[in-house]
T-cell receptor, first 115, second 114 residues
């Protein structure tokens, strides 16, 4: 297992289009998190799953955003009707049920550019 | 709500020197954890060091150590004998006990000069 992988690494899309990102966590990790990082800022929490259940969503996750984790394995984050303000790095992380003190393992992120 | 503040947007030091990155936080919680993460240009966030708030002893990991001042809500990172590979963005992060999400600061861009 080589860690958390995210696909694609980069995505350029036109405003109004839908995009979907994928995250494959470390196989034995049952928690999966999505964060968004804009230029010059630290990552901001979006949502997290424990197995297939979505346990918390940030108010940053508007109705245009949806995340799924079918079967508790990989996760997808979809953004509908993209806006320029959605341009950011989308980071995925995974952890065991008790992430402390082991912490989280982050992926390399998907950079979204909306033109 | 918790907030994390990193007041140094950028820093640079000569290779082999020691550098200290500052972080302050605000919380009403008593049980929490603090982290320093490193994000190199390749972008993957890597855990550098963590501190449990209930522990008085400052955490150390090889060349990395922290100065945790709970009363002052301060959590600085000291990098000794800095190396070129330490060049990265460094983020301070907070999570309260029993919670799962991290609250990050805005980061400090550290450049190690050969």
């Amino acid at each position: 297992d080589t860690g958390v992988s995210q696909d694609p690494r980069h995505k350029i899309t036109k405003r109004g289009q839908n995009v979907t990102f994928r995250c494959d966590p470390i196989s034995e990790h049952n928690r999966l998190y999505w964060y968004r990082q804009t230029l010059g800022q630290g990552p901001e929490f979006l949502t997290y799953f424990q197995n297939e259940a979505q346990l918390e969503k940030s108010r940053l996750l508007s109705d245009r955003f949806s995340a799924e984790r079918p079967k508790g394995s990989f996760s997808t984050l979809e953004i509908q009707r993209t806006e320029q303000g959605d341009s950011a790095m989308y980071l995925c992380a995974s952890s065991l049920v008790q992430p402390i003190p082991y912490g989280y393992t982050f992926g390399s992120g998907t950079r979204l550019t909306v033109v | 709500a918790q907030t994390v503040t990193q007041s140094q947007p950028e820093m640079s030091v000569q290779e082999a020197e020691t550098v200290t990155l500052s972080c302050t936080y605000d919380t009403s919680e008593n049980n929490y954890y603090l982290f320093w993460y490193k994000q190199p240009p390749s972008r993957q966030m890597i855990l550098v060091i963590r501190q449990e708030a209930y522990k008085q002893q400052n955490a150390t990991e090889n060349r990395f150590s922290v100065n945790f001042q709970k009363a002052a809500k301060s959590f600085s990172l000291k990098i000794s004998d800095s190396q070129l590979g330490d060049t990265a963005m460094y983020f301070c992060a907070f999570t309260r006990f029993g919670n799962e999400k991290l609250t990050f600061g805005t980061g400090t861009r550290l450049t190690i000069i050969p």
